[in-house]
């Protein structure tokens, strides 16, 4: 295409000039002058955004971090605040405002991809920011706003698509995913180009404090010294640090992180408690017998079983089949098959009556939590032979049927049952009873599970059960969770209980 130098505008230069013709309209010169000055930002402090959202009323916790955020980290930070205070809102919000002020033209928000939809529902719905899904077939030089998964990013073309591009801010949604430095998708992360990032997570610490330095050293690199410097002068080892009100400072320099008693908002209850459990003289030989199975496995192999074991004989099941077809040692594929054998003649699990117990007294809708699948089918079975109605909620399940499982829990069933995908990216605050039936290694995953029920809006106290089996792997369990909590509080700040220091019948 050819492109040509204009000179049609000295026709009407030499009109206005001969004829002596006004220069311009000076109605139109006022209107546009009263526009300019209506949208003129003369103060960087304070918040502009709030005057152009009529569908949303922040909390004054919310307002406070976009404030934060912007006024004092220069648009670099962690939003930490509990499950269930509005990290997507304060987000919004400093997105907003740095779009309102110019700072921001392009933006990238990475998120799971069980969320991608919630994120633009919410930007377009609550904030007017014109937020676009990710397809395949984008052009990202024409997408000023958009949200993709991160999983859809880190691959190619899609990666290089996106090195391309100069996004002025990066949104990362269920930030503690990057907690492992050598994944691609941290390195994908660390490599993309940004002018102004936020990481979002309740949980920037889960299993140990080096966790916590990787996802700072993604934000700010240096900030806390490298791998060596942090190591020495911290003295940090997986679950301990010292300096810690040191070390606290420097972390609260970069995070902003709110508890549900700071906010002013009058929350419910959280009663927790733990739940001890004996299995019967006939379970407890089974799992002996898996627990003496070292000459036959590695040591990885027998955990998974005594952990199984704990949930159901149906999980135990599924990885022994497996473990005998891959064996080829006579005398252990005749331990196991005899371990087969006396799983196959238990009548009973102890720990599944005791659920159905604290269902039963609960009279209520009730979700359970499992990490099994193999159990999340054995515990619908089972409560279907005692006449409670249950649905399924897994990592398997489309977005749609997701939807429509938690559709008909809430209109139908009285149990949900599901394994760890249940705990991020669902709000059930028509639910307020959680068992935690198989008890996780990382604290944080509780804290997700309670979030789905313990968030704004929830009207009645929550009541959180724990169940353990006593005098096996879950005691270690029990214990390791109590230490990475210390780790946690120590480094981060106090948690809501999720756990409980006592244990109690029922």
């Known amino acids: 295409m050819l492109i040509e130098r204009s000179s049609t505008w000295k026709e009407g230069f030499i009109e206005r000039l001969e004829n002596r013709a006004a220069w311009d309209n000076w109605t139109l010169y006022k209107m546009s002058y009263e526009v300019a000055k209506s949208?003129?930002?003369?103060?960087?402090?304070?918040?502009?955004?709030?005057?152009?959202?009529?569908?949303?009323?922040?909390?004054?916790?919310?307002?406070?971090?976009?404030?934060?955020?912007?006024?004092?980290?220069?648009?670099?930070?962690?939003?930490?605040?509990?499950?269930?205070?509005?990290?997507?809102?304060?987000?919004?919000?400093?997105?907003?405002?740095?779009?309102?002020?110019?700072?921001v033209k392009k933006a990238l928000i990475l998120a799971p991809a069980s969320l991608v939809n919630q994120w633009v529902d919410e930007l377009n719905q609550k904030f007017h920011i014109p937020a676009f899904p990710y397809k395949k077939n984008y052009d990202l030089n024409y997408y000023t706003i958009v949200v993709m998964s991160i999983d859809m990013a880190k691959r190619s073309p899609h990666k290089e698509n996106i090195y391309?591009?100069?996004?002025?801010?990066?949104?990362?949604?269920?930030?503690?995913?990057?907690?492992?430095?050598?994944?691609?998708?941290?390195?994908?992360?660390?490599?993309?180009?940004?002018?102004?990032?936020?990481?979002?997570?309740?949980?920037?610490?889960?299993?140990?404090?080096?966790?916590?330095?990787?996802?700072?050293?993604?934000?700010?690199?240096?900030?806390?010294?490298?791998?060596?410097?942090?190591?020495?002068?911290?003295?940090?080892?997986?679950?301990?640090?010292?300096?810690?009100?040191?070390?606290?400072?420097?972390?609260?320099?970069?995070?902003?992180?709110?508890?549900?008693?700071?906010?002013?908002?009058?929350?419910?209850?959280?009663?927790?408690?733990?739940?001890?459990?004996?299995?019967t003289v006939a379970e407890q030989k089974v799992y002996d017998m898996i627990s003496q199975l070292n000459h036959f496995s590695d040591a990885f192999s027998k955990m998974t079983l005594q952990r199984?074991?704990?949930?159901?004989?149906?999980?135990?099941?599924?990885?022994?089949?497996?473990?005998?077809?891959?064996?080829?040692?006579?005398?252990?594929?005749?331990?196991?098959?005899?371990?087969?054998?006396?799983?196959n003649a238990l009548a009973i699990h102890s720990k599944a009556e005791k659920a159905y117990e604290i269902i039963t007294q609960a009279n209520d809708k009730v979700i359970i939590f499992t990490e099994y699948r193999a159990s999340q089918n054995y515990l619908q079975e089972y409560l279907?032979?005692?006449?409670?109605?249950?649905?399924?909620?897994?990592?398997?399940?489309?977005?749609?049927?997701?939807?429509?499982?938690?559709?008909?829990?809430?209109?139908?069933?009285?149990?949900?049952?599901?394994?760890?995908?249940?705990?991020?990216?669902?709000?059930l605050q028509f639910c307020h009873h959680v068992i935690n039936?198989?008890?996780?290694?990382?604290?944080?995953?509780?804290?997700?599970?309670?979030?789905?029920?313990?968030?704004?809006?929830?009207?009645?106290?929550v009541h959180i059960y724990n169940l353990a089996i006593q005098h096996t792997i879950e005691d270690h369990i029990l214990d390791l969770l109590h230490v990475k909590i210390g780790v946690f509080e120590q480094v981060v700040g106090e948690l809501d209980d999720i756990l409980s220091t006592y244990k109690q019948t029922i």
Request: hydrophobic residues 40%.
């Open 39 to 103: 949208t003129l930002i003369t103060d960087f402090t304070g918040l502009q955004s709030p005057k152009y959202l009529p569908n949303l009323t922040p909390l004054h916790h919310q307002l406070e971090v976009a404030e934060t955020v912007i006024e004092r980290m220069n648009g670099k930070a962690i939003l930490a605040d509990e499950v269930g205070l509005g990290k997507t809102i304060e987000a919004g919000l400093i997105l907003k405002e740095y779009l309102i002020r110019g700072l």
């Open 164 to 279: 391309a591009q100069e996004y002025d801010l990066i949104i990362i949604d269920e930030a503690h995913k990057l907690k492992n430095h050598k994944t691609k998708s941290y390195e994908f992360v660390q490599n993309l180009r940004k002018k102004f990032c936020l990481l979002l997570t309740a949980t920037p610490i889960q299993n140990d404090v080096f966790e916590l330095f990787h996802l700072i050293s993604l934000l700010k690199p240096g900030h806390l010294g490298n791998y060596e410097t942090f190591q020495a002068a911290f003295s940090a080892r997986k679950h301990a640090v010292e300096h810690d009100e040191f070390l606290k400072e420097l972390v609260h320099q970069v995070m902003v992180r709110n508890r549900r008693e700071d906010t002013g908002i009058d929350w419910t209850n959280r009663r927790v408690q733990i739940i001890p459990i004996d299995f």
């Open 308 to 343: 199984e074991m704990c949930s159901s004989k149906e999980a135990v099941l599924v990885t022994l089949t497996k473990m005998l077809q891959e064996c080829s040692q006579p005398e252990a594929i005749s331990c196991m098959e005899e371990i087969t054998w006396k799983l």
């Open 384 to 427: 279907y032979s005692k006449g409670i109605s249950s649905v399924l909620f897994n990592g398997k399940f489309s977005k749609s049927k997701r939807e429509w499982m938690k559709q008909l829990f809430k209109e139908q069933a009285q149990v949900l049952i599901a394994t760890e995908s249940g705990s991020e990216g669902i709000n």
């Open 437 to 461: 039936y198989d008890l996780p290694w990382n604290p944080m995953k509780l804290e997700q599970r309670i979030g789905r029920v313990h968030r704004l809006g929830q009207e009645h106290d």
